[in-house]
Every structure is written in C-alpha cells, then in structure tokens.
C-alpha cells in the first residue's frame, strides 16, 4: 500500500520511515515488516556484524552506515538521509500496527494542524501487555513529523527534540507495539548500556555514591508506587528494579569518571615531582 494518491493537482505527501541499528537481526525483520506500506524505509545502521545489514536490504530498505556517537546524532543523521517530506521514526523493538498505519496516512494525506506528533506505544513484556509502570502510554519522543520541522540535541543518550515549529506538538491516538526484551540479559544489557551513556551526562563535581542510591531508590518508586507498577505484578517490579539499577549505575559511573580523572591528575602530579627530585641528583 503506497502512499502515491492525487489530491486534485496536488500529489499526496510521501513518508520514510527510518530505523537506527546496530546487530539487531532477531528484530529488524519484523520491524520493516511492519512498515513495508511506507514510501521509504531507511535503516541507518553502524556497521552491524551479525547480518542485520544483508537482512535489510533482503526486505527492500535502503542502508547506510554512520558511526553512533550518541543518539541524538545518529538520528540527526538518519533524518537528513531521509527523502520524503513526512519522517516515522521507528526503532527495531518497536511494530507499526494496522490502526497506527491508518492513521499516519489520515495525518499526512489532511491538512495536519501540527508538524510534529506524539506516539503512543504499547509494551509486551514477561507475557504480558503491560498496563502501568510508565510503559503505557510510553511516548518516546514526536515519532512522526514534518521533515524541518525538528532536530535533536547531541545527548549520547535520553535526547531531546529540538523543534522548529511554531505549532504544537500533537498526540496519536493509536498505538504501536514495542517488544523491549527478548530475556532478561538483554535487558540487564541496556542497563548497562544506557548508565555508561547517561553518566555522561551527569556533572560529576559533587556527586557521591550517596546520590547514587538516593536517585536509584527514588527511580524505583517513581514505576513501582506513583507509577502504579504493582499493579503490573512481577513485570511492574522488575521494571522498577531495572530502573533502580540503571540510574544507580548511572550516578556511580559518574562518580568512578570523577576519581579517575582525579587519579590521573594525582598520578601525573606525582611523575612530575618525581621527574623534579631526580634532577636535582
């Protein structure tokens, strides 16, 4: 189903939809899947090893490779790649569903009183959808767009969109799916992933491990209690749980870049005065 319809003398606008990856083979084919209606689907992939490139081009997408240096950046580079004047933004984990098609058509073939739209997404997780816990309705960020219209800071992680709109920013109401985990490795891998990113980010001058703890507590009480994740039984604990972890390892990566930076300075202060006893000898 293509998106090539005339509107009087006026040609239907076009959409690409673009997919950032990197070794995502168990996902990526259902992911292009899931969007094969659009006019463009770019997989802007940073030199995958497990077959995830081939595997793309095998589904009829266009593939170009670009270094990740943080997430704002590599979804900077895949929105300039991109060709159409409308952009979906869809990750590997995450399926377009026939309601969300449906209506990304209705937005762009209208005359759309936004250039940007929210997305909500709808999370499957340890055999269930899950209701709470802040995975639903999860907006990752306005996954629908005029291209032009925004940009994203050069965060390495948890980025934000800069618009260029003077419009509001609108809400889909259909959602698409998103399959985070295949087990709980892969979830333990982005924990650790997104703390090395997100540490980053963090300005370490004054941090301690005490922070560390009071922000991961804090984070698992925000899913579990205000979020409602008991609600969601052991997927709404283990939500929260990873939550803990991720930003409890992301305050005390902080605090390791700190005293690393300290050591080194203390080391290379201590091969100086080393340096400046041993000529006076």
């Given at each position: ?128 959808w899950v209701q709470h816990s802040g995975w639903f309705p999860n907006y990752r960020q306005p996954q629908l767009f005029r291209k032009g219209a925004m940009k994203y800071d050069t965060q390495p992680v948890h980025e934000k969109f800069i618009m260029f709109s ?116």
């Amino acid at each position: 189903m293509k998106n090539e319809i005339s509107v009087g003398d006026r040609a239907s606008p076009k959409l690409s939809v673009y997919i950032i990856a990197y070794n995502e083979r168990d996902k990526i084919r259902a992911a292009i899947s899931s969007v094969k209606w659009a006019d463009e689907i770019l997989v802007v992939d940073s030199w995958s090893t497990d077959g995830t490139t081939e595997i793309a081009l095998e589904m009829g997408a266009r593939v170009i490779h670009a270094a990740f240096n943080g997430y704002g950046d590599i979804r900077n580079k895949a929105i300039a790649e991109c060709k159409y004047s409308w952009i979906f933004s869809l990750d590997c984990d995450e399926r377009c569903t026939k309601d969300s098609r449906d209506e990304i058509l209705r937005i762009i073939n209208s005359d759309p009183s936004c250039d940007a739209y929210w997305t909500p997404r709808k999370n499957f997780f340890m055999g269930r959808w899950v209701q709470h816990s802040g995975w639903f309705p999860n907006y990752r960020q306005p996954q629908l767009f005029r291209k032009g219209a925004m940009k994203y800071d050069t965060q390495p992680v948890h980025e934000k969109f800069i618009m260029f709109s003077d419009l509001p920013v609108g809400y889909m109401h259909n959602a698409i799916w998103q399959f985070p985990f295949k087990d709980f490795s892969q979830l333990l891998d982005k924990a650790n992933r997104y703390s090395s990113l997100g540490a980053l980010k963090v300005n370490s001058h004054n941090v301690t491990m005490w922070d560390a703890l009071w922000h991961g507590l804090w984070a698992f009480t925000k899913h579990y209690v205000l979020k409602l994740g008991i609600l969601d039984g052991w997927a709404g604990f283990v939500i929260a749980l990873g939550n803990f972890e991720g930003t409890f390892y992301r305050y005390a990566k902080a605090v390791e870049i700190r005293h690393q930076k300290e050591w080194v300075s203390k080391l290379a202060t201590l091969e100086q005065t080393e340096d400046i006893q041993g000529s006076m000898f």
